[in-house]
């Protein structure tokens, strides 16, 4: 009798266990951590250097909301600290080092005509140092809606995006290095969905429902002189549409 009833209790043990792991759909759960591969269309926060020789100057303050620019692509590591609520951090760097190449005179003067078999000249080609970089840190709320491996979220998220580029020519017209740098400040309501192929793979897509943008550029294209400034204040909607694919570990 007692053999019996144990066996009868494992057997009700077993069956409770396995019924609550058929509940449980894909998905991350409290403790796990993701990390994920992003790309949207977002405009950059970088405003070329200008050119050393110029006599007069402009610039413009940009924003990173807008999809009309270049496809930007980073990372985002995820830890869901509960259930269904996760803390996210993310961003981007690039550096890119162009060498310069100085100019070439050629044989053209006042005397030459085209077509006499004069030789043109060549404009030199300036040295520049771009670098870019960007973060954010927000955290999402998922929702269960009952579709296997669906969990649509909503979020909040801050962020800060630097632009550097210095640019120099072998060149007698130019006084020293030129100099540009771009600041941009950004808080953003967020809604978005994740798919969980398998338990350790998903895919995602993201939208700013709203966003504010602050940003602040200046040049120095002469040394010795004053930095040229701009800013702006930016308000959108529906801005940096963003697709990622990633996985929980």
Request: glycine content about 12%.
């Given at each position: 009798?007692?053999?019996?009833?144990?066996?009868?209790?494992?057997?009700?043990?077993?069956?409770?266990?396995?019924?609550?792991?058929?509940?449980?759909?894909?998905?991350?759960?409290?403790?796990?951590?993701?990390?994920?591969?992003?790309?949207?269309?977002?405009?950059?926060?970088?405003?070329?250097?200008?050119?050393?020789?110029?006599?007069?100057?402009?610039?413009?303050?940009?924003?990173?909301?807008?999809?009309?620019?270049?496809?930007?692509?980073?990372?985002?590591?995820?830890?869901?600290?509960?259930?269904?609520?996760?803390?996210?951090?993310?961003?981007?760097?690039?550096?890119?080092?162009?060498?310069?190449?100085?100019?070439?005179?050629?044989?053209?003067?006042?005397?030459?005509?085209?077509?006499?078999?004069?030789?043109?000249?060549?404009?030199?080609?300036?040295?520049?140092?771009?670098?870019?970089?960007?973060a954010h840190l927000g955290v999402d709320r998922y929702f269960d809606i009952g579709v296997e491996g669906l969990y649509p979220y909503v979020g909040i998220k801050g962020g800060f995006a630097y632009g550097f580029?210095?640019?120099?020519?072998?060149?007698?017209?130019?006084?020293?290095?030129?100099?540009?740098?771009?600041?941009?400040?950004?808080?953003?309501?967020?809604?978005?969905?994740?798919?969980?192929?398998?338990?350790?793979?998903?895919?995602?897509?993201?939208?700013?429902?709203?966003?504010?943008?602050?940003?602040?550029?200046?040049?120095?294209?002469?040394?010795?002189?004053?930095?040229?400034?701009?800013?702006?204040?930016?308000?959108?909607?529906?801005?940096?549409p963003t697709i990622k694919i990633g996985f929980v570990f």
């Amino acid at each position: 009798m007692r053999k019996a009833i144990s066996i009868l209790t494992i057997a009700v043990l077993l069956s409770g266990l396995t019924a609550q792991a058929q509940t449980h759909q894909r998905g991350a759960r409290q403790g796990d951590f993701t990390f994920g591969v992003t790309a949207g269309y977002n405009s950059s926060v970088m405003l070329s250097a200008k050119p050393g020789n110029q006599t007069s100057y402009s610039t413009s303050a940009l924003s990173t909301n807008w999809n009309d620019k270049t496809l930007a692509v980073g990372v985002e590591v995820g830890w869901f600290f509960v259930d269904l609520w996760r803390l996210n951090f993310g961003g981007g760097f690039n550096i890119t080092q162009t060498p310069g190449y100085p100019p070439v005179n050629g044989t053209y003067d006042e005397n030459s005509e085209p077509g006499d078999g004069s030789i043109p000249s060549y404009e030199g080609v300036a040295a520049k140092t771009t670098m870019q970089y960007s973060a954010h840190l927000g955290v999402d709320r998922y929702f269960d809606i009952g579709v296997e491996g669906l969990y649509p979220y909503v979020g909040i998220k801050g962020g800060f995006a630097y632009g550097f580029e210095a640019a120099s020519m072998d060149d007698e017209t130019w006084t020293g290095k030129s100099v540009s740098e771009a600041y941009n400040i950004r808080g953003a309501l967020t809604f978005g969905s994740d798919y969980f192929i398998t338990q350790a793979f998903f895919v995602g897509a993201s939208i700013d429902v709203f966003a504010y943008t602050y940003n602040f550029t200046v040049i120095k294209p002469q040394e010795g002189l004053a930095g040229l400034a701009a800013n702006s204040h930016n308000f959108s909607a529906l801005a940096a549409p963003t697709i990622k694919i990633g996985f929980v570990f």
